[in-house]
Every structure is written in C-alpha cells, then in structure tokens.
C-alpha cells in the first residue's frame, strides 16, 4: 500500500532538517532545552511572528495543544472549537486529561472556519452552575479542511471573544501552509492570539512542535508543566534541530508552498468534485465506495474523512510526477 497521499505525516524528514539534524549531533551541548540550538530555533520563531514570545518545543500536536489549552481554561470551564477541529476528534480527551476537566464545546462552520454567527450565539448563552462557561477559544490555521482564514475572519472571532474575556489559542500544525498562501504570521499576536502552536512535523520537519506563547503571565513555571508531562527533552538539540534547519533556510515556507501548488495541481486533474477550496495542501473529493475500493485495489492508500470526502494531502516531497500517476489512478477508479 502506497501512503503518498495519505498525510504530510506519512512524507520523510527534508533535507534541510536532517541536515540540521546531522549539525546539532557535532560535540556536546546543555541539556533540557538550554543549549544553542535550542535558543536560535525559538529566536527564528519570535522573528517569524515579530513578537517577543516564550517558545517550547514538544514531540506532538496533541501534547502542545492540550498542554496549552490546560494554560487557557480550568478544570471546571471549556474551550469553544470548531466541530470537527482535531483537539475535538483526534486527541482521545487530552485537553481534558491535561486541563484535569476542561471541556470543549463543538461550534459549526464551512470548512473548517467557525461561524461567526454559531460563536456569538453560543458566546451570549447564559452561564448557570451546572454548566461549564468557556474559557478559551480554539482556532486552526490553515483548517482540517484545508481552508485559510483571512485576518479579517480570524479578527471577526477573535474580538467578540476576547471582550466577553475568553483566552485564544491557534493551532497551527499546518501554520507553514497558511503563511504560504499569504497569511501574515505578525498578524497572529497582533489578533489577540495568547498561545500559537506552531507545526514543525507536517513542514517536513521529525516529531516536533512549538508553543509559542504571547502572553507571558501564561508561561509562570511552564517548564515544571512540560516536566511532569513529559515532555522535556533531556537532548532537546534533536528535537529542534530539524526545524531549525527548515526555518533559518526558509524551506519551512518554501516546501509548504510546493506542497499547496501541488495540491492545485491535483484539484485540478481530478475527476471527481472536489468538496472544498484548495488553499493549503489537501484536497477533499467527493468519491463513491466502489471507487474508492478500486483505488485501494490498485495500492493507493486513502481514507474519507468527517463529512465523507476522500482527503489527499501534499506534502514537501510530492512531485509533479506523484500528483500526475495519482491522478491517472483517480481517473481509472472512476470509470469503475
């Protein structure tokens, strides 16, 4: 079974961050983070957003959104996300294990992106005792569903939000994607943004992401957090290593806006209908089971995701040649 397409998960590490990674492995350096490599990985962060910030490196997504959502909310108040947002789906209750019974609240939206109409209806709801008031607002950038929020859409939810006091967090496993499709990375601080997650794994990257967090009152004995969740790298060099090899070169950027062209390249050659707007680097296609089936026959793994669209995501190392032989593979299922 072929897994091209399946997730930027499923691509290798770039060579620009094993090459980062081969640098950082020369001689000896401080251990749990305090080490060179470490600091000049967060400083290309802190110059990426324009913003002093504290900056953390974890092995997960899932570790880095819940351990900042634990920061955000308390036990006994939750955080609004979107419906299918992956804190919601993918996370088996980890922000809640982390927040000791933080909740999450489902909002809808097209795409991905939360209804401004779903959110301040959901945010002029009373708050009686027996249920938990949100605390925190949960936003994803670019969205599972590929979709980039403009400035304007992230202001039009982060404000009301942020006025009736509510903390907000962006996760940003695919934040490289969104930049290259033109979103401003200072705008993110700018917004009101408290803790940003930035993705270092799907950017070609190993098992790396990055708290970044704006608020600073919010990073109060952060380390002792991230200890007792272990999640403190003893050799923390390996682990940012490969993303600073990906940021101090640009390829973070670069290889996301390959990854986004060859995404439209794919949209483009499919015959099937494509169910949402390629902006980053997946498309959704609306696909029957017996196409489906006859494309995992030829050896193309693939699977439907929430609203049951087929997903194909591009990655640094999809190639014109891989889009093109995938496509000829779609077009065969189709005539099944």
């Not at 959104?65 to 609004?80: D, G, K, S, Y």
């Not at 929020?149 to 490289?176: F, M």
Request: one cysteine or more.
């Amino acid at each position: 079974m072929r897994y091209d397409f399946v997730s930027d998960n499923a691509a290798a590490m770039a060579p620009e961050a094993l090459e980062a990674l081969v640098r950082a492995n020369a001689g000896f350096a401080r251990s749990y983070g305090a080490d060179a490599v470490t600091a000049r990985a967060a400083d290309q962060i802190r110059r990426r957003f324009d913003a002093d910030a504290e900056v953390r490196f974890v092995t997960s997504g899932t570790a880095a959104n819940a351990l900042a959502l634990a920061m955000l909310a308390r036990p006994f108040e939750t955080v609004l996300a979107y419906d299918e947002a992956h804190i919601r789906t993918d996370e088996a209750g980890a922000p809640g294990f982390f927040g000791q019974g933080v909740g999450l609240v489902g909002l809808p939206g097209p795409s991905g992106k939360i209804s401004e109409a779903a959110l301040e209806a959901r945010l002029a709801e009373d708050e009686p005792s027996y249920r938990q008031p949100a605390a925190a607002l949960s936003l994803t950038q670019a969205t599972e569903y590929g979709a980039v929020y403009s400035v304007d859409e992230l202001r039009r939810l982060i404000e009301p939000a942020r006025v009736r006091g509510l903390k907000v967090h962006l996760d940003g496993a695919r934040l490289a994607n969104a930049a290259a499709a033109g979103f401003d990375l200072p705008e993110v601080p700018r917004l009101g943004v408290d803790v940003c997650i930035l993705g270092g794994a799907k950017a070609g990257g190993s098992c790396v992401e990055a708290i970044v967090i704006f608020d600073h009152a919010l990073a109060h004995r952060i380390d002792n957090r991230l200890k007792q969740a272990g999640q403190t790298a003893s050799k923390a060099r390996f682990l940012s290593a490969p993303l600073l090899g990906l940021l101090e070169s640009g390829a973070w950027e670069g290889h996301a806006a390959h990854a986004n062209l060859m995404a439209r390249r794919l949209a483009a050659a499919s015959p099937f209908r494509v169910t949402h707007a390629v902006e980053a680097n997946m498309v959704f296609v609306e696909m029957g089971d017996a196409a489906l089936a006859a494309l995992k026959a030829a050896g193309w793994a693939a699977d439907r995701f929430d609203d049951g669209s087929v997903r194909f995501v591009c990655s640094w190392q999809t190639t014109e040649a891989l889009v093109d032989e995938l496509a000829a593979a779609l077009v065969a299922a189709a005539e099944r």
